[in-house]
């Protein structure tokens, strides 16, 4: 199922911003979304996963700060992040299934000091 992201963008640290990622397609069959990010130079990490049983997982270096969740009934995950800091730094990227996953094409963070 395609995917769009949208809602990156620049902000000092401290900041808050909401990531959307629209899917073209029905995800309430889809039981794995998640949030990656990557920066220059290194491996996509994994930022939040949450289940079509609305289980969540955080990266530690996430935990209490951002939230993800999911919409269904609008084909949308969306990732709420607060108290942004500069190593929050990264492209964002939303996920859909674990095998033969389908990736968007990315929205850029930008978290100043």
């Known amino acids: 199922v395609p995917l769009v992201e949208s809602g990156g963008g620049l902000v000092q640290a401290g900041g808050s911003l909401r990531l959307s990622c629209a899917a073209s397609?029905?995800?309430?069959?889809?039981?794995?979304m998640g949030w990656y990010r990557q920066v220059p130079g290194k491996q996509r990490e994994v930022v939040a996963i949450?289940?079509?049983?609305?289980?969540?997982n955080y990266a530690t270096s996430v935990k209490g700060r951002f939230t993800i969740s999911r919409d269904n009934a609008k084909n949308a995950v969306y990732l709420q992040m607060n108290s942004l800091k500069p190593e929050d730094t990264a492209v964002y990227y939303c996920?859909?299934?674990?095998?033969?996953?389908?990736w968007g094409q990315g929205t850029q963070v930008t978290v100043s000091s």
């Open positions: 996920r859909a299934g674990l095998i033969r996953p389908a």
């Open positions: 949450i289940t079509s049983g609305g289980m969540t």
């Open positions: 397609g029905s995800i309430s069959s889809i039981n794995y």
